[in-house]
């Protein structure tokens, strides 16, 4: 199974961008798809983004397409999520998760790894 770790987070005013990046070990990182949830104080999971094996079909979450973007980079076992114009209802845990059969799923229940999350606060 694969083991996930997620950097990049912190604090960031509104309107401001992170990049956080989840490197992968211990599988073969391109059979996997790959998605970005996050989850609020007292709020439950919710998806985010997700990107196939190969990068070509993205999936996001209405509330961030236009801001976020999803990448991945293959050879060196990486998925990122570029966030741009933050706003303060975007601060939560931000978890990576990969699913075996490489789709660009939406669904949480389909992710068989996680990270452990990184932190991120947007505001003032």
């Known amino acids: 199974q694969v083991q996930l770790v997620e950097s990049g987070g912190g604090l960031v005013q509104p309107g401001g961008s992170l990049r956080l990046s989840c490197a992968a070990s211990?599988?073969?990182?391109?059979?996997?798809?790959m998605g970005w949830f996050r989850q609020a104080p007292g709020k439950e999971r919710e998806f985010v983004a997700a990107?196939?094996?190969?990068?070509?079909?993205?999936n996001y979450q209405e509330s961030v397409q236009g801001r976020f973007t999803i990448s991945r980079d293959n050879p060196k076992n990486t998925v990122y999520l570029q966030m741009n114009s933050l706003k303060p209802e975007d601060t939560a845990v931000y978890y990576c998760?990969?699913?075996?059969?490489?789709?660009?799923?939406?669904?949480?229940?389909?992710?068989?790894?996680w990270g452990q999350g990184t932190q991120v606060t947007v505001s003032s």
């Open positions: 998760a990969a699913v075996l059969g490489g789709h660009a799923s939406t669904r949480a229940d389909d992710f068989g790894a």
């Open positions: 211990g599988g073969t990182f391109s059979i996997y798809g």
């Open positions: 990107i196939n094996w190969n990068g070509g079909y993205r």
